[in-house]
């Protein structure tokens, strides 16, 4: 014997009604969780630009070491600016490049002295006693490149390039010049007298 189940016209319905309210929570709920992870996101932004805080990595707080490093970086480039000379050179003039590397030397010496004072001056702030120390040991590897370059002058029939070293992928000179910014040491940032 065979059983035969008839469906009536509401049962189709109901199905279809099933469907539709889910199709409508579902579009519903995915409308509401972007809105909100827009919020969100809009919410992170205005934190950040309005009110996170502002305070650089590398500041510290000691001003009157920050003033004495800055008076002893602006004799060094005093210095380094005395030995100016804007007359063209020959990069292929082997007596040209051992002048220049005669002024190099003059102006890496000066600016290793005023390195030299700084670093016999230690800060007076616990994070000033901490990033210190490192931004010299930045500072020695910049007068070593600048040494090394010297002596490729001396060497050269052909001004060489001056390649500077790299840590983590950053330029040496990159690193030095941000800490004396933002401690508000302009004249401590690396000169750039060798690029010319």
Known sequence: ??????????????????HSIHFVFVKKFTRVLLTAICVLIA???VYAYG???????????DTAWQARSQA???????????FEDLTPMKADDPLALKAKAKVVKAATDALENAINLIAAD?????KGKEL????IKDYRLYISDRRAFEVAL???ETRPFFAESEIEGVPVSERISK???ENDMKTCQTPYDLSV
């Open 72 to 82: 002893h970086c602006k004799k060094a480039e005093n210095i380094r600016f005395s």
């Open 43 to 45: 919410g992170m932004w």
């Open 51 to 61: 009110f996170a805080p502002r305070e650089s990595f590398n500041k510290i707080y």
């Open 122 to 126: 230690i800060p007076s702030d616990a």
């Open 179 to 181: 800490f004396a910014r």
């Open 132 to 135: 210190v120390p490192a931004w």
């Open 154 to 156: 001396q060497n050269a």
């Open 1 to 18: 014997m065979r059983c035969v189940i008839w469906r009536s016209a509401g049962d189709h319905e109901r199905t279809i009604l099933r």
